[in-house]
């Protein structure tokens, strides 16, 4: 008996050892211990978007929407110019017409601030709300996610969830309610993304909160929206787009990025370049190649104001998992230390540097110096937005993805830079001082960066033409 049992055990051994080890067809793969793995970056990428929905008129659906979900309080959330244009009509008609019950917020600020993200906040909690809509560009979207979140984590600090090393950056782990996002403008792709940005005063810069958790559960693509767009929000906007589909293709790749989270829930959703990523991205900039000029001269090329609604959800798609970089980083002490500067046809009572046109005046200066790290993706991009390379050289890349972007921005009458809106050499120290807290994105700029580096890009975004 016991020599029979010997045998049994060996010839059980001997199938175990040639069995399949996948999950699907092994049922002892579980018995293997899990090795624990020391990495020092990372070695996965996930993607996280919202759904979203297209088509001309496409806003009269969300009350139905709301009341699929059973929604029984509604927070309608814009700010006070939108809330006299057709944008907030539509939906007002859509929630009236399924009966939904609702309260209007309209006292977003155009460029939030961490006070501005507070009152919403108070008015988030006293409502008790069970859904959400944001109708209005990001900074509208932006604060509805961040009334949403602390709202439905009432004891949080506010500094709880803001981005390290300004906040804590806790992962968010309570469950939020349903938040429908309507995008009005064609730029900051905040329908699709787990992020929300805004001026921390105290520091003079902007900061932001960054979970998949806070992503709109659903965002309303509708055209129509972006007729009523004047043309230098229809520019910065694009700016936006343009530079978050650079910044995303550029950005360090996500297998670079450390370090690598030892739970899935830490992984940042700024995670570097990857495969899917850079598909959104690279689309997203041949639409703005095509159409984002026409957009801005003609506000009757529904064809051209459509297409660029569509390439901000892109884009969003792919720097909303990518992350972006300098442009972006260096950007965010460019709005906060903001002097007297007020753009044409924004309606605000406040000074005020434009989200993306803070990003785009440095971006000839960012990609000049990134592109020593993968100066093919540069000039891949320069290619795309119109120069030729036919008999470029490759180590050419940065300087002709810079000449590409400046005439592209003289084309469309972008201010002569940073000193156009206010800035001098003297201000430089604060404006690298406020770009250092930024690591979250500037971490992923393929080129490492000194604050020598940064004050050199300051100094050359001064004056782009």
């Given amino acids: 008996m016991a020599a029979g049992r010997d045998r049994a055990v060996s010839l059980l051994r001997q199938l175990q050892r040639a069995a ?3 999950p699907t067809h092994s049922h002892t793969y579980s018995q293997v211990p899990e090795r624990a793995t020391l990495r020092n970056t990372d070695y996965a990428f996930e993607m996280a978007i919202s759904n979203v929905r297209y088509g001309e008129g496409v806003t009269k659906e969300i009350g139905m929407d709301l009341q699929n979900l059973g929604a029984k309080r509604v927070c309608l959330m814009t700010d006070r110019n939108l809330s006299q244009l ?3 009509d539509a939906v007002l008609n859509s929630l009236t017409k ?3 019950n609702f309260q209007m917020y309209d006292n977003v600020r155009v ?9 919403a906040i108070e008015f988030a909690k006293k409502g008790e709300f069970d859904a959400y809509v944001a109708v209005g560009g990001g900074s509208v ?3 509805c996610k961040a009334a949403n979140l602390y709202a439905s984590s009432p004891t949080s600090d506010f500094l709880d969830y803001v981005n390290a090393p300004i906040g804590k950056g806790k992962a968010v782990t309570v469950p939020l309610k349903p938040l429908i996002a309507v995008p009005t403008t064609a730029g900051t792709g905040s329908e699709t993304t787990g992020v929300a940005i805004f001026d921390f005063k105290e520091l003079k810069v902007k900061t932001g909160i960054a979970s998949r958790a806070i992503k709109p559960t659903l965002g309303i693509i509708d055209p129509l929206h972006t007729l009523s767009m004047p043309e230098r929000i229809v520019a910065n906007s694009g700016f936006d787009v343009l530079c978050h589909a650079l910044e995303s293709y550029t950005a360090l790749p996500y297998k670079m990025r450390s370090p690598c989270p030892s739970n899935p829930i830490n992984r940042p959703a700024y995670q570097g370049s990857n495969p899917i990523s850079d598909v959104w991205a690279l689309h997203a900039l041949r639409i703005v190649a095509k159409y984002l000029k026409r957009a801005i001269r003609n506000p009757e090329d529904r064809e ?4 660029m609604h569509l390439a901000s959800a892109f884009a969003g798609i792919g720097f909303g998992n990518a992350g972006v970089h300098l442009c972006h980083g260096m950007s965010y002490p460019i709005s906060g230390l903001v002097k007297t500067y007020k753009p044409k046809d924004y309606n605000v009572d406040h000074s005020l540097v434009p989200h993306g046109l803070s990003v785009v005046l440095t971006s000839p200066a960012v990609f000049a110096f990134t592109a020593q790290v993968h100066p093919e993706r540069h000039l891949e991009a320069a290619e795309i937005l119109g120069a030729d390379i036919r008999t470029a050289r490759i180590k050419d890349a940065g300087l002709i993805l810079a000449d590409t972007l400046r005439k592209f921005l003289f084309d469309l009458n972008v201010d002569d830079g940073l000193a156009a809106i206010g800035y001098s050499k003297a201000d430089i120290p604060a404006l690298v001082k406020g770009t250092l807290p930024q690591e979250r994105v500037t971490k992923l700029s393929p080129r ?8 050199a890009l300051f100094e050359a975004s001064m004056k782009l033409y």
């Fill in 20 to 22: 399949c080890w996948c």
């Fill in 86 to 88: 057709p944008p907030v």
């Fill in 98 to 100: 399924s009966g939904i």
């Fill in 111 to 119: 460029e939030p601030t961490d006070q501005s993200f507070l009152d």
């Fill in 141 to 143: 979207i932006d604060t």
């Fill in 304 to 307: 051209a104001r459509a297409n």
């Fill in 448 to 455: 490492p960066q000194t604050e020598e580096d940064l004050s």
